[in-house]
Nanobody
Framework: QVQLVESGGGLVQPGGSLRLSCAASGIIFRTYIMGWYRQAPGKQRESVASISSSGYMDYTDSVKGRFTISRDNTKNTVYLQMNNLKPEDTAVYYC???????????WGQGTQVTVSS
């Protein structure tokens, strides 16, 4: 059974930083594309960043230069380092695991990120 457990969310002031972590279990981690999505109140869930098994990274335009996704295949964990946070980054952030071949996807329970002064 796939389990994705996020941590690291919280309240931060504009310009601050947070690091999200997502620990995966029940999968062969290196065969999955890992990603972070977010959903703000009243908005659709959107992709924030993804990283392939080989380390190829992709970002949505609004976070380029501020967020960095990384993965540690020895710890079955994916990270999202978020710097220079803005109020518009406020959302519930979800971890996603998608198998490279079958495209079967799983989601974490989400972690709240609030950027406010």
């Amino acid at each position: 059974q796939v389990q994705l457990v996020e941590s690291g969310g919280g309240l931060v002031q504009p310009g601050g930083s947070l690091r999200l972590s997502c620990a995966a279990s029940g999968i062969i981690f290196r065969t999955y594309i890992m990603g972070w999505y977010r959903q703000a109140p009243g908005k659709q869930r959107e992709s924030v960043a993804s990283i392939s098994s080989s380390g190829y990274m992709d970002y949505t335009d609004s976070v380029k230069g501020r967020f960095t996704i990384s993965r540690d295949n020895t710890k079955n964990t994916v990270y999202l380092q978020m710097n220079n946070l803005k109020p518009e980054d406020t959302a519930v952030y979800y971890c996603n695991a998608r198998h490279t071949l079958s495209r079967a996807a799983s989601w974490g329970q989400g972690t709240q990120v609030t950027v406010s002064s």
